[in-house]
């Protein structure tokens, strides 16, 4: 019995020993592989103690940001690689989100979480061909309503970009509010050279809403082979009708067209338009003139825009008016703006503004200037927020009389946002009929004020605005 004893601790000795050579083997053979499985299981025994699902340790690295050493530490992690795609797309990095994406599809390419992601990462580089077999392939999966319908929206929109001639069609209605629509100083007493003017009724500072509509119709048709060269035309019709002010009644439709040039990297765009404005229903204002825009990329990021714009603008009398006609005359104007992407969800622009308007009486010239700026920031399923800011200042030639004795200066601050939200971000899971579902829900508040040595021409106004706007690609 001892003897067997013996013999049995032989060979457990000699077991023990020959499984300790082994690992001791696969260590030395393969370190990188050993180390990585080591670590690996360091990190899912503390998931397990501190009680951290997959889906919860996936949650918290989304809400960091994740490092590329990071993932060279263990690049075979599917969540970790995943929450560093989305840390790259949202610094606009969209290129190398895709690389990621496809790196995490080759060790894992069932995952259909991380197949919608690269898709959609295809369709925003505009890479057609790719995002189109991309998408067609995820369509053949069981997904949910709201997924499928995003899906083969794209696939739409993928159809709609690839034709040499393009439609758009665009439908507008809103309701807007302003506390001081007819633009009157607040007071009853405005000042003139006979002595002070009493204001009552309709010509003191009138707060009034308004319901206003907009329908557009725009082509483009692509020339010149492979080159990105267009031939663009939109004509537009647009009506506000005060409920209060009916004098203040404005319809407006215009027309614009002309050819765009693809000189990369710098777009021409040359445009011939003409607008024709109703005020109080009667014939107001024509317009006609020449535009030229040129946007030149300096980079991914970075975008300098330009335009100058000649405009031939005849002004006809109104009932109501008496010297509205002496505005006639040609208005020369120009801008130059930067347009920054901070990332991929802020894009910024600031600019400058100059202008030259001439008329057949003085006191209608004047000198402006002017700067400006747009923040535009993307939240995700077709939410936005949009600021913009201005600046402009006016000196004119010559006083009126009618006003004061002084020559007129003035300035115009103006401050506005809006935030809008598709109808399908806020009924989800497709229960939404097809035809609402791209309609943007938007509302909008915007702030003028205007500072003059005239009190006649200070004044403040505040504007309130929902809207719903439908587009239409054909």
Same mark, same amino acid.
């Given at each position: 019995?001892?003897?067997?004893?013996?013999?049995?601790?032989?060979?457990?000795?000699?077991?023990?020993?020959?499984?300790?050579?082994?690992?001791?083997?696969?260590?030395?053979?393969?370190?990188?592989?050993?180390?990585?499985?080591?670590?690996?299981?360091?990190?899912?025994?503390?998931?397990?103690?501190?009680?951290?699902?997959?889906?919860?340790?996936?949650?918290?690295?989304?809400?960091?940001?994740?490092?590329?050493?990071?993932?060279?530490?263990?690049?075979?992690?599917?969540?970790?690689?995943?929450?560093?795609?989305?840390?790259?797309?949202?610094?606009?990095?969209?290129? /190398?989100?895709?690389?990621?994406?496809?790196?995490?599809?080759?060790?894992?390419?069932?995952?259909?979480?991380?197949?919608?992601?690269?898709?959609?990462?295809?369709?925003?580089?505009?890479?057609?061909?790719?995002?189109?077999?991309?998408?067609?392939?995820?369509?053949?999966?069981?997904?949910?309503?709201?997924?499928?319908?995003?899906?083969?929206?794209?696939?739409?929109?993928?159809?709609?970009?690839?034709?040499?001639?393009?439609?758009?069609?665009?439908?507008?209605?809103?309701?807007?509010?302003?506390?001081?629509?007819?633009?009157?100083?607040?007071?009853?007493?405005?000042?003139?050279?006979? #002595?002070?003017?009493?204001?009552?009724?309709?010509?003191?500072?009138?707060?009034?809403?308004?319901?206003?509509?907009?329908?557009?119709?725009?082509?483009?048709?692509?020339?010149?082979?492979?080159? /990105?060269?267009?031939?663009?035309?939109?004509?537009?019709?647009?009506?506000?009708?005060?409920?209060?002010?009916?004098?203040?009644?404005?319809?407006?439709?215009?027309?614009? /067209?002309?050819?765009?040039?693809?000189?990369?990297?710098?777009?021409?765009?040359?445009?011939?338009?003409?607008?024709?404005?109703?005020?109080?229903?009667?014939?107001?204002?024509?317009?006609?003139?020449?535009?030229?825009?040129?946007?030149?990329?300096?980079?991914?990021?970075?975008?300098?825009?330009?335009?100058?714009?000649?405009?031939?603008?005849?002004?006809?009398?109104?009932?109501?008016?008496?010297?509205?006609?002496?505005?006639?005359?040609?208005?020369?104007?120009?801008?130059?703006?930067?347009?920054?992407?901070?990332? &991929?969800?802020?894009?910024?622009?600031?600019?400058?503004? &100059?202008?030259?308007?001439?008329?057949?009486?003085?006191?209608?010239?004047?000198?402006?200037?002017?700067?400006?700026?747009?923040?535009?920031?993307?939240? #995700?399923?077709?939410?936005?927020?949009?600021?913009?800011?201005?600046?402009?200042?006016?000196?004119?030639?010559?006083?009126?009389?009618?006003?004061?004795?002084?020559?007129?200066?003035?300035?115009?601050?103006?401050?506005?946002?809006?935030?809008?939200?598709?109808?399908?971000?806020?009924?989800?899971?497709?229960?939404?009929?097809?035809?609402?579902?791209?309609?943007?829900?938007?509302?909008?508040?915007?702030?003028?004020?205007?500072?003059?040595?005239?009190?006649?021409?200070?004044?403040?106004?505040?504007?309130?605005?929902?809207?719903?706007?439908?587009?239409? &690609?054909?």
């Amino acid at each position: 019995m001892d003897r067997f004893g013996t013999n049995l601790s032989l060979l457990a000795i000699f077991v023990c020993a020959l499984t300790s050579a082994t690992a001791f083997a696969q260590t030395t053979l393969d370190p990188a592989r050993e180390k990585r499985r080591v670590q690996e299981e360091r990190r899912k025994t503390g998931a397990v103690q501190r009680g951290v699902t997959t889906s919860q340790y996936l949650n918290r690295l989304m809400g960091r940001k994740v490092t590329y050493e990071e993932v060279l530490k263990n690049p075979d992690d599917i969540d970790l690689n995943l929450a560093f795609a989305r840390t790259q797309i949202r610094a606009g990095d969209l290129n /190398g989100a895709s690389a990621t994406l496809e790196r995490v599809l080759l060790i894992k390419p069932g995952n259909l979480a991380v197949r919608i992601l690269y898709a959609v990462i295809l369709y925003r580089l505009d890479a057609r061909n790719d995002a189109e077999r991309e998408i067609r392939n995820i369509l053949k999966y069981r997904l949910r309503p709201g997924v499928r319908a995003e899906l083969t929206g794209y696939l739409e929109d993928i159809a709609w970009r690839n034709k040499r001639t393009r439609w758009e069609a665009l439908f507008h209605t809103s309701y807007q509010f302003e506390t001081n629509r007819n633009s009157v100083p607040s007071g009853t007493v405005l000042a003139s050279p006979g #002595g002070p003017v009493l204001l009552n009724g309709e010509n003191q500072a009138t707060a009034d809403s308004a319901v206003r509509g907009l329908v557009r119709l725009s082509l483009e048709h692509k020339i010149g082979g492979h080159l /990105g060269h267009k031939l663009v035309a939109r004509v537009g019709l647009y009506h506000s009708e005060q409920l209060r002010l009916d004098r203040l009644t404005l319809s407006v439709a215009d027309f614009e /067209g002309g050819l765009v040039l693809d000189l990369t990297p710098v777009e021409l765009r040359i445009l011939a338009f003409t607008q024709y404005l109703q005020l109080s229903h009667e014939p107001f204002l024509v317009n006609g003139g020449v535009k030229v825009k040129a946007d030149w990329w300096i980079s991914k990021e970075t975008t300098l825009r330009s335009s100058a714009t000649f405009d031939s603008q005849h002004f006809n009398e109104l009932e109501e008016t008496v010297d509205q006609a002496r505005r006639t005359g040609p208005q020369v104007s120009g801008t130059f703006a930067v347009r920054h992407k901070i990332t &991929a969800r802020h894009i910024g622009s600031v600019g400058l503004l &100059a202008l030259r308007k001439t008329a057949n009486a003085n006191y209608w010239r004047y000198y402006g200037a002017g700067l400006f700026a747009r923040h535009q920031w993307f939240f #995700g399923h077709g939410m936005y927020l949009l600021s913009t800011a201005s600046w402009t200042y006016h000196i004119h030639d010559a006083p009126r009389l009618t006003d004061s004795s002084r020559t007129r200066y003035q300035h115009f601050l103006r401050f506005g946002t809006s935030f809008g939200v598709p109808l399908a971000s806020i009924v989800r899971g497709g229960g939404l009929p097809k035809v609402f579902r791209p309609v943007n829900l938007s509302v909008g508040m915007g702030y003028e004020r205007s500072f003059s040595n005239i009190r006649n021409y200070q004044y403040s106004n505040w504007r309130f605005t929902l809207g719903l706007t439908r587009r239409f &690609a054909f």
